[in-house]
C-alpha cells in the first residue's frame, strides 16, 4: 500500500557513522517526512524528530528480543500511526548487538500492523578503516573487525572510511564485505562530486523480504548467488533458511576451518545442515553434522575443481552468516 509507514533500521557497531546516516537521510527529505526511534539514547539530530524509546535495544539475548523493547517500539510505532499527519518514514537506530532481524520480524510478524506498516529495509554501516585494521594478518575480514551476522543479513550495507586506506586495502576491505553480505547491495560512502547517492538509496529499499532474490551472475567473488533465503518458524523461534552455491578453486585450510566451524555450530544446536560437495567430478555427500574424515581432498594446498550447494537452517541470523563464510576459503 501506498500510504503504509516506512521502517528502516540503520544499525552498526559503535563509532561506525549510524548518525551521520540519519542525518543525511533527514536532511534530503522535506521537514517531518523522517522521524527516528533512537534506540541508543542521548543522540541529538538536529534535522530529524527522535523519539527515545525507554528501553535501549543493546543487550538482546541471541535468537530472542525481549518484550519490554517490543513493547516499546509497537507503542511509538502506533502513537505516529494516531497523529493526524503521519511521517513517511521511521529510521530505528540500533548497535549491530542488538538482533536486528528480530527487531524487523516484531512489525512484520505482529497482525495489526501489516496493513498500515512495511519494513523498508536493514542498513548496515561498517567503519571500513576499523575492519581493515582489525583484519591485519588475517586471511579473512573476521568478527573481530566487523559484526558478520548484521552484514550478512543487512537489505544494504554502508562502508564508510575507506577513504583512509591505500588502494589495494581498501579495495580488499570492500570486496571482503561484499561477499558477506547475502542481498547484495553495497554502499562505498566516498566524497562524490555528483551528490550524495546515500538517502534515496536507504529510502528505496524495497523492504525486508523473508524470501530475497538471488543475486544475477553471482559477486565479485565467483560466487554463485544466494538461492533461497527465507525465515522459517519452529515454535516460537525464527529460523533461517539459506541455500549457497559456490564454485571452485577452493583454498583447501580454509575449506577445512570452515567445516570445523560448521560442525561446531551443528554439534551445538544452533543450525542444522546438508550438502554435496564435487571434487573433480567425484560428489562427496554430508548428511547430519556430517564426519571431517570423510571427506577426501585432492593433493596441493587448492582444489582447482570443486563445485558446492550448501543448505543450512539455523537461528536467525547465524546460518547466513556461516553461508556468507563460504567466501573466506577463496584463495
Not at 186 to 195: E, F, S, T
Not at 314 to 330: K, N, T
Request: charged share 25%; aromatic share 4%; net charge negative.
Amino acid at each position: 500500500m501506498s500510504d503504509q509507514l516506512a521502517i528502516t533500521i540503520v544499525a552498526g557497531r559503535w563509532g561506525a557513522g549510524k548518525s551521520g546516516v540519519v542525518d543525511r537521510v533527514a536532511r534530503s527529505v522535506p521537514a517531518e517526512t523522517v522521524v527516528l526511534c533512537d534506540a541508543l539514547g542521548g543522540h541529538d539530530h538536529a534535522d530529524v524528530e527522535v523519539i527515545h524509546v525507554e528501553h535501549e535495544v543493546i543487550e538482546a539475548t541471541p535468537g530472542e528480543l525481549s518484550g519490554a523493547i517490543r513493547a516499546d517500539l509497537l507503542e511509538a510505532v502506533d502513537d505516529l500511526l494516531a497523529r493526524r499527519t503521519r511521517p513517511r518514514h521511521v529510521l530505528i537506530e540500533a548497535v549491530g548487538g542488538s538482533d536486528v532481524p528480530l527487531i524487523a520480524e516484531t512489525f512484520i510478524g505482529t497482525a495489526r500492523l501489516r496493513r498500515d506498516v512495511r519494513v523498508g529495509g536493514v542498513v548496515a554501516v561498517v567503519d571500513g578503516c576499523a575492519a581493515a585494521t582489525a583484519a591485519r594478518g588475517h586471511p579473512s575480514l573476521t568478527a573481530s573487525g566487523f559484526d558478520e551476522e548484521m552484514v550478512a543479513m543487512a537489505d544494504l550495507v554502508v562502508i564508510n572510511r575507506l577513504d583512509r586506506l591505500v588502494p589495494a586495502v581498501e579495495q580488499r576491505t570492500a570486496w571482503e564485505l561484499r561477499g558477506a553480505n547475502a542481498a547484495g547491495q553495497v554502499h562505498l560512502d566516498v566524497a562524490r562530486p555528483d551528490g550524495d547517492p546515500l538517502p534515496a538509496r536507504v529510502l528505496a529499499l524495497a523492504g525486508f523480504a523473508p524470501r530475497r532474490p538471488a543475486r544475477p551472475g553471482g559477486d565479485r567473488h565467483g560466487w554463485g548467488p544466494v538461492l533461497h533465503d527465507r525465515v522459517l518458524v519452529d515454535g516460537d523461534r525464527p529460523l533461517r533458511h539459506a541455500v549457497v552455491e559456490v564454485e571452485g578453486p577452493l583454498d583447501r585450510g580454509q575449506v577445512d576451518g570452515w567445516m570445523v566451524d560448521l560442525h561446531e555450530a551443528a554439534g551445538a544446536g544452533l543450525l542444522r545442515w546438508r550438502g554435496d560437495l564435487a571434487l573433480a567430478g567425484e560428489e562427496r555427500r554430508w548428511l547430519g553434522h556430517g564426519v571431517r574424515s570423510s571427506i577426501a581432498f585432492d593433493d596441493g594446498p587448492v582444489l582447482d575443481d570443486a563445485t558446492s550447494r550448501i543448505e543450512l537452517v539455523g537461528r536467525v541470523p547465524g546460518a547466513v552468516a556461516l553461508a556468507a563464510g563460504l567466501q573466506a576459503c577463496r584463495p
